[in-house]
């Protein structure tokens, strides 16, 4: 899984509708995969994503070199664009598992997907 990936997922327990986004993640195994870097498609890429979202979770995985806010100067930076490039496209995590912070669900990573399947008793 990817952190791109990561950015869009949320758990989507019955009643669990607050404080359920961004989920942690809780690294067993994880792979730098290289990829080739196009920074016009990072550009474009990053208007779409909650960088506040992100923002957490690449702190909380010991990446500190992401400022909280974006500056419009960020996205000229080219060394700014390739450390972005590496955690969004190259980090993979291989096993571990997502956990919401509000109702502490696990969703695990096995070979780098994310089992998102709820139970019938977890449906809205």
């Avoid at 327990?13 to 990072?42: M, T, W």
């Avoid at 291989?94 to 509000?102: M, T, W």
Wanted: hydrophobic share 40%; proline share 5%; with cysteine.
């Amino acid at each position: 899984m990817r952190l791109l990936s990561h950015n869009l997922l949320m758990c989507n327990v019955k009643g669990c509708s607050e404080n359920n986004y961004p989920l942690r993640i809780l690294v067993q195994k994880s792979k730098i995969i290289e990829a080739e870097l196009n920074p016009d498609f990072l550009r474009k890429l990053v208007t779409k994503l909650d960088w506040k979202g992100l923002h957490t979770t690449l702190i909380s995985l010991d990446f500190h070199k992401f400022p909280e806010q974006l500056a419009e100067d960020d996205w000229k930076n080219e060394e700014f664009l390739k450390e972005l490039h590496n955690v969004l496209m190259q980090t993979h995590i291989i096993e571990g598992k997502l956990v919401c912070p509000n109702c502490q669900r696990e969703y695990p990573i096995v070979n780098g997907i994310p089992n998102m399947i709820l139970k019938d008793s977890e449906l809205k």
